[in-house]
């Protein structure tokens, strides 16, 4: 079959600008034109210029593997579908065109279809409009274009007949062919416009409907490369013919390969390397930004010194504990989380801040930063919706009317609990995120009680993008955001520690009262603290401390007492409506949780394992090594301390990098510029260094599988009564027992003039 | 990570949170070439850790001339000393399968579970709690051989296939180019095929015997919904 695409194209090539072979162009490049169609006419032709002879050719030219039985079906098929006796020779000189065609489009192809074939060829060209008229498949598209042109081309229809001839031969078959038709003249031309005309009466069969679908097969796209048969067999040939190789047959496979490469050659050169390199170069650029050093307005520079002392912490110092301990992220990834913390601190008006942790998640992973606001500049409040109480259903009903009254149900939603204020219990701290440091920083909103309390309840891997909505029983009031900041809160409240005495609760408050009540929620650095030995703190867990509030069940950290509340707002019910509160469950009684600075020793132990595994960061240079602290209830979560120093600032960074700056302490800002970054953190002496860190999937250990909640039983929704309570309408029989009764009671009191009224009642109830 | 290239490896994989200390690292990059020496693999891989309460373990493991054989593998404490764990075997699974919670970090530890067990006593038939004793170095062994099982992947083109059947690193591997590493079916899973025989005639025409021999990580369960990212 290969053989007849590049007579095709030489065809093309030689013989006719004009006609170009239409029938396949739609398909390939390399013009594997016209494939039956104008040859067959061609073919048709050929008898009539006396090629009749030539009705064994089809088996030689086409390929090897034409099976002798095909050109006899050719003939027989091409016989029974050109009446005119002009064409019944055709057929033998058609045959090879058939055979050729099916080579295009069906080599493969079982007999019978083969035999179907030729029928379906002499239509076409007759009835290229006709085929024009069909819908569908490219085959028909392709006729019509072909088709057209052919009919343009009919004029010069004498190349088939070379192409017939050329098949006689065994060898250089092609170039024979080409030859023949270049020599030939356009006798046939008119021959074509009569087997056109009877051709036309014919109506599409199924050889035509066969040919369309093995066309449609050649040019089916292949998925992975792109290309399809069709193309590729012409352009092979279209090689083959050009180049004109010895022992062609030989060497044909190695042909189809050095065509298929140089397809790929050219994608990589120019589409596929640029789309490749996309999203690597776009993170480059983010990233780029950090690395560029700001500019610094001047007129804030003062204000930012005394202040900013405190707000970028030395992450590559705590990074480098971290490491010590087997937990981290690598150098790089820890240095551009520094320039983006350093960024953070930049933008925004930030009194402190420190890098909580990461966040891993199943598309993309969050970085989190723990950051306290500057006093009195707290970002304005994004409008946050009201939380919704919820009064008794009674108010609300008492005043429809009393006649479609419905009943009222039990169900009572439970109050909700206003979440905390800013800046103390769990929303003491304000949290940013981003995804990849590079990327901007996104504010957490302020967490509610009630999210942690069913964020206790839920168990959800991150997507790491903030929008995600969270489906969950029990729904949770919030998107990923919100899910988000209730595990930190959860995180920093369960994991949150420091060595013991390196806080310590201020002079000023202390007052018993609101120790019982609130506990103490503030606390400051203890500045005689003068750090524990490393080994006591791997030894001993009571000598480090929580730092952070525990949460209470009620999902805040100061007990908030529900019915205090709402006393105080409905002060004007009815002391019914009081009775009625009080019988709500048992939320009466405080939570009380362990307070401020608790040694972690108190923590619940998980199944008689303890809640925390102490290490010393490496057992064969103790002298150095830091204590590390790791959760057991979260994994995740890690603490190091570094116990006491001999000497002070050995280690410091920055005064290596004062050294080099070499001046005094007075001109702060040139240094601060020439640094990078403040150094004027060196203005607190080197302390004991403790810090906490997190690395994880946001989850809470458990030893088992998470399951969720059941789903509570289905509540009664209203008292059941005999106004609602279903019964059977009464029967027939009753309804008339009953009426009898009726009467039977009137009957006795007919002397009365009561008995009158009773009848109408009983009217009314019939 | 191979041995061989594990500091690379380890700072790739960095982004976890999990990394190893100075010492730890440098430990191991001696003692692995050691254990390749002695125990004459073809190539030492470094499994990773198994946190305990008292002591982590790590875990190496080495491969033979064919790369799909069955592993062996080590553990140690200290990244220095390593002592052969035995092959994993169904009974093991089963019998630690009942364990929950930590592992302690101590090799000898062993786990108590009690158990109901019918007893037949002459013609009573009864009920006895036995107290099963489970050592934590089986569960260790069932432990790391059910994470292999999961989650040991290995990308497309990285191992071939030779005809006479064993299997071989392929050194003209390059890594998977991004259009393909974003496809979850150009990563298989580095274990004996359990699905590849299930797949229908017409998958199986599209796969390239020498290089898809093992399953594919597309039909994994759960499925990836998202196709974002």
Redesign the interface.
């Given at each position: 079959m290969e053989d007849s695409i590049p007579v095709n194209q030489k065809i093309k090539h030689q013989e006719l600008g004009e006609t170009g072979r239409p029938w396949e162009e739609t398909v390939t490049t390399s013009q594997a034109p016209e494939l039956g169609l104008s040859e067959a006419l061609e073919l048709e032709q050929g008898p009539e210029t006396g090629l009749q002879p030539r009705s064994s050719p089809p088996t030689m030219p086409l390929s090897g593997a034409r099976t002798p039985d095909r050109p006899v079906d050719d003939l027989v098929g091409l016989r029974a579908s050109f009446p005119s006796s002009a064409f019944q020779e055709l057929p033998s000189t058609l045959s090879p065109l058939a055979l050729a065609r099916q080579d295009f489009m069906a080599p493969w192809q079982s007999d019978k279809t083969t035999s179907v074939i030729p029928e379906a060829e002499t239509p076409h060209f007759g009835h290229l409009e006709q085929l024009s008229d069909k819908g569908g498949s490219t085959l028909h598209q392709t006729c019509q274009s072909k088709g057209n042109t052919f009919h343009q081309s009919q004029q010069t229809k004498y190349p088939l007949y070379e192409l017939r001839d050329v098949s006689d031969h065994t060898s250089k078959q092609k170039e024979l062919r080409f030859d023949i038709f270049q020599e030939d003249d356009s006798d046939s031309n008119c021959h074509l416009d009569q087997p056109e005309s009877g051709a036309s009466q014919v109506a599409p069969s199924m050889l035509e409907i066969a040919i369309q679908n093995t066309k449609a097969y050649l040019l089916k796209t292949s998925s992975?490369s792109g290309l399809n048969l069709y193309d590729h067999l012409s352009e092979m040939l279209t090689k083959v013919l050009d180049k004109r190789p010895e022992n062609a047959v030989d060497i044909i496979e190695n042909i189809s390969q050095d065509v298929k490469m140089e397809h790929f050659s050219k994608k990589l050169d120019t589409l596929?390397n640029e789309?490749?390199?996309l999203?690597?170069y776009e993170m480059a650029e983010k990233q780029k930004t950090l690395f560029l050093q700001g500019n610094v307005e001047g007129a804030d520079q003062e204000l930012e010194d005394e202040i900013a002392e405190h707000a970028l912490p030395n992450i590559m110092e705590s990074a480098f504990y971290f490491?010590?301990?087997?937990?981290?992220?690598?150098t790089?990834?820890t240095y551009r989380i520094f320039l983006a913390l350093k960024q953070l601190t930049d933008t925004h008006p930030i009194q402190k801040c420190r890098f909580w942790g990461?966040i891993?998640g199943l598309?993309?992973?969050y970085i989190v930063a723990e950051v306290e606001f500057r006093e009195g500049e707290d970002e304005e409040e994004v409008e946050e919706e009201d939380v919704p109480e919820e009064r008794d259903n009674g108010d609300s009903e008492a005043d429809e009317d009393d006649e479609d009254e419905l009943p009222r149900p039990f169900y009572k939603a439970p109050q909700a609990i206003p979440k905390e204020e800013s800046r103390t219990g769990a929303n003491k701290y304000v949290y940013f995120v981003c995804n990849e440091p590079g990327r901007p920083w996104v504010k957490l909103p302020a967490v509610t009680p009630a999210q942690i309390v069913i964020a206790r309840k839920i168990k959800k891997f991150f997507?790491?993008r903030l929008d995600t909505p969270i489906i969950s029983y029990p729904p949770f009031p919030g998107n990923e955001s919100n899910y988000l900041r209730a595990q930190i809160a959860r995180i920093s409240a369960g994991t949150h520690v420091s060595p013991l005495g390196f806080y310590h609760f201020g002079e000023e408050e202390g007052e018993e009262e609101e120790e019982i009540e609130s506990g103490r929620d503030s606390f400051e650095e203890n500045p005689d603290f003068e750090g524990i030995q490393v080994i006591d703190l791997v030894e001993s867990l009571s000598n480090w401390v929580h730092h952070v509030q525990h949460i209470l069940p009620q999902g805040r950290c100061n007990w908030f007492n529900p019915i205090q509340k709402s006393e105080e707002e409905e002060e004007e019910e009815d002391e019914e409506k009081e009775e009625e509160k009080g019988e709500e469950p048992d939320d009466t009684e405080q939570e009380v949780g362990p307070p401020l600075l608790t040694p972690i020793s108190e923590d619940l132990e998980i199944?008689n394992?303890?809640p925390w595994?102490t290490r010393l960061?490496?057992?064969?240079?103790p002298q150095y090594a830091i204590a590390v602290l790791?959760s057991?209830l979260w994994p995740?979560a890690y603490a190091f301390s570094n116990g006491k120093l001999s000497s002070l600032g050995h280690s410091n960074p920055l005064w290596a990098s004062q050294a080099v700056c070499g001046k005094g302490s007075t001109c702060q800002c040139r240094r601060r510029e020439r640094c990078g970054f403040n150094p004027w953190v060196r203005k607190i002496p080197w302390k004991r260094k403790f810090e906490n860190f997190y690395?994880?999937w946001g989850h809470k250990y458990s030893?088992?599988s998470y399951t969720p909640p059941v789903p509570p039983p289905v509540y009664q929704e209203y008292p059941s009564g005999p106004e609602i309570t279903e019964m059977d309408d009464p029967t027939v029989e009753e309804e008339q027992a009953f009426r009898a009764a009726q009467e039977a009671a009137a009957n006795s009191t007919e002397e009365n003039e009561e008995t009158e009224e009773e009848e109408d009642e009983e009217d009314d109830y019939d | 990570m191979d041995a061989e290239s594990l500091l690379l490896a380890l700072e790739l994989a960095s982004g976890s949170g999990q990394g190893l200390s100075p010492d730890r690292r440098a430990s191991l990059l001696t003692s692995l070439m050691l254990v390749k020496r002695d125990y004459r693999f073809d190539r030492v891989l470094f499994w990773g850790r198994i946190l305990g309460l008292v002591a982590d373990y790590y875990i190496a493991q080495g491969v033979s001339e064919d790369q799909l054989a069955p592993r062996k593998t080590l553990y140690s404490l200290n990244c220095m000393e390593w002592s052969l764990l035995p092959p994993a075997t169904k009974e093991m699974e089963t019998q630690t399968s009942v364990v929950k919670g930590r592992f302690m970090g101590d090799p000898s530890h062993e786990y108590e579970h009690t158990e109901l067990q019918k007893v037949n006593e002459g013609e009573k038939v009864f009920e006895e709690e036995v107290v099963v004793q489970i050592k934590e170095e089986t569960r260790l062994v069932s432990v790391i051989d059910q994470i292999d099982k999961a989650v040991a992947v290995i990308p497309r083109g990285a191992l071939f296939k030779t005809p006479f059947g064993p299997i071989n690193v392929n050194r003209t591997f390059e890594g998977l180019s991004l259009s393909e590493a974003k496809k979850l079916s150009s990563y298989f899973h580095f274990r004996e095929p359990v699905e590849l025989k299930n797949k229908t005639l017409l998958e199986k025409a599209e796969l390239d015997p020498s290089l898809d021999f093992m399953d594919s990580l597309e039909h994994d369960i759960p499925k990836d919904e998202d196709p974002r990212g």
């Amino acid at each position: 079959m290969e053989d007849s695409i590049p007579v095709n194209q030489k065809i093309k090539h030689q013989e006719l600008g004009e006609t170009g072979r239409p029938w396949e162009e739609t398909v390939t490049t390399s013009q594997a034109p016209e494939l039956g169609l104008s040859e067959a006419l061609e073919l048709e032709q050929g008898p009539e210029t006396g090629l009749q002879p030539r009705s064994s050719p089809p088996t030689m030219p086409l390929s090897g593997a034409r099976t002798p039985d095909r050109p006899v079906d050719d003939l027989v098929g091409l016989r029974a579908s050109f009446p005119s006796s002009a064409f019944q020779e055709l057929p033998s000189t058609l045959s090879p065109l058939a055979l050729a065609r099916q080579d295009f489009m069906a080599p493969w192809q079982s007999d019978k279809t083969t035999s179907v074939i030729p029928e379906a060829e002499t239509p076409h060209f007759g009835h290229l409009e006709q085929l024009s008229d069909k819908g569908g498949s490219t085959l028909h598209q392709t006729c019509q274009s072909k088709g057209n042109t052919f009919h343009q081309s009919q004029q010069t229809k004498y190349p088939l007949y070379e192409l017939r001839d050329v098949s006689d031969h065994t060898s250089k078959q092609k170039e024979l062919r080409f030859d023949i038709f270049q020599e030939d003249d356009s006798d046939s031309n008119c021959h074509l416009d009569q087997p056109e005309s009877g051709a036309s009466q014919v109506a599409p069969s199924m050889l035509e409907i066969a040919i369309q679908n093995t066309k449609a097969y050649l040019l089916k796209t292949s998925s992975k490369s792109g290309l399809n048969l069709y193309d590729h067999l012409s352009e092979m040939l279209t090689k083959v013919l050009d180049k004109r190789p010895e022992n062609a047959v030989d060497i044909i496979e190695n042909i189809s390969q050095d065509v298929k490469m140089e397809h790929f050659s050219k994608k990589l050169d120019t589409l596929q390397n640029e789309n490749e390199m996309l999203p690597t170069y776009e993170m480059a650029e983010k990233q780029k930004t950090l690395f560029l050093q700001g500019n610094v307005e001047g007129a804030d520079q003062e204000l930012e010194d005394e202040i900013a002392e405190h707000a970028l912490p030395n992450i590559m110092e705590s990074a480098f504990y971290f490491e010590q301990a087997g937990v981290g992220l690598g150098t790089d990834e820890t240095y551009r989380i520094f320039l983006a913390l350093k960024q953070l601190t930049d933008t925004h008006p930030i009194q402190k801040c420190r890098f909580w942790g990461k966040i891993l998640g199943l598309k993309m992973n969050y970085i989190v930063a723990e950051v306290e606001f500057r006093e009195g500049e707290d970002e304005e409040e994004v409008e946050e919706e009201d939380v919704p109480e919820e009064r008794d259903n009674g108010d609300s009903e008492a005043d429809e009317d009393d006649e479609d009254e419905l009943p009222r149900p039990f169900y009572k939603a439970p109050q909700a609990i206003p979440k905390e204020e800013s800046r103390t219990g769990a929303n003491k701290y304000v949290y940013f995120v981003c995804n990849e440091p590079g990327r901007p920083w996104v504010k957490l909103p302020a967490v509610t009680p009630a999210q942690i309390v069913i964020a206790r309840k839920i168990k959800k891997f991150f997507t790491g993008r903030l929008d995600t909505p969270i489906i969950s029983y029990p729904p949770f009031p919030g998107n990923e955001s919100n899910y988000l900041r209730a595990q930190i809160a959860r995180i920093s409240a369960g994991t949150h520690v420091s060595p013991l005495g390196f806080y310590h609760f201020g002079e000023e408050e202390g007052e018993e009262e609101e120790e019982i009540e609130s506990g103490r929620d503030s606390f400051e650095e203890n500045p005689d603290f003068e750090g524990i030995q490393v080994i006591d703190l791997v030894e001993s867990l009571s000598n480090w401390v929580h730092h952070v509030q525990h949460i209470l069940p009620q999902g805040r950290c100061n007990w908030f007492n529900p019915i205090q509340k709402s006393e105080e707002e409905e002060e004007e019910e009815d002391e019914e409506k009081e009775e009625e509160k009080g019988e709500e469950p048992d939320d009466t009684e405080q939570e009380v949780g362990p307070p401020l600075l608790t040694p972690i020793s108190e923590d619940l132990e998980i199944q008689n394992t303890s809640p925390w595994t102490t290490r010393l960061s490496s057992n064969l240079i103790p002298q150095y090594a830091i204590a590390v602290l790791r959760s057991n209830l979260w994994p995740g979560a890690y603490a190091f301390s570094n116990g006491k120093l001999s000497s002070l600032g050995h280690s410091n960074p920055l005064w290596a990098s004062q050294a080099v700056c070499g001046k005094g302490s007075t001109c702060q800002c040139r240094r601060r510029e020439r640094c990078g970054f403040n150094p004027w953190v060196r203005k607190i002496p080197w302390k004991r260094k403790f810090e906490n860190f997190y690395i994880g999937w946001g989850h809470k250990y458990s030893p088992d599988s998470y399951t969720p909640p059941v789903p509570p039983p289905v509540y009664q929704e209203y008292p059941s009564g005999p106004e609602i309570t279903e019964m059977d309408d009464p029967t027939v029989e009753e309804e008339q027992a009953f009426r009898a009764a009726q009467e039977a009671a009137a009957n006795s009191t007919e002397e009365n003039e009561e008995t009158e009224e009773e009848e109408d009642e009983e009217d009314d109830y019939d | 990570m191979d041995a061989e290239s594990l500091l690379l490896a380890l700072e790739l994989a960095s982004g976890s949170g999990q990394g190893l200390s100075p010492d730890r690292r440098a430990s191991l990059l001696t003692s692995l070439m050691l254990v390749k020496r002695d125990y004459r693999f073809d190539r030492v891989l470094f499994w990773g850790r198994i946190l305990g309460l008292v002591a982590d373990y790590y875990i190496a493991q080495g491969v033979s001339e064919d790369q799909l054989a069955p592993r062996k593998t080590l553990y140690s404490l200290n990244c220095m000393e390593w002592s052969l764990l035995p092959p994993a075997t169904k009974e093991m699974e089963t019998q630690t399968s009942v364990v929950k919670g930590r592992f302690m970090g101590d090799p000898s530890h062993e786990y108590e579970h009690t158990e109901l067990q019918k007893v037949n006593e002459g013609e009573k038939v009864f009920e006895e709690e036995v107290v099963v004793q489970i050592k934590e170095e089986t569960r260790l062994v069932s432990v790391i051989d059910q994470i292999d099982k999961a989650v040991a992947v290995i990308p497309r083109g990285a191992l071939f296939k030779t005809p006479f059947g064993p299997i071989n690193v392929n050194r003209t591997f390059e890594g998977l180019s991004l259009s393909e590493a974003k496809k979850l079916s150009s990563y298989f899973h580095f274990r004996e095929p359990v699905e590849l025989k299930n797949k229908t005639l017409l998958e199986k025409a599209e796969l390239d015997p020498s290089l898809d021999f093992m399953d594919s990580l597309e039909h994994d369960i759960p499925k990836d919904e998202d196709p974002r990212g």
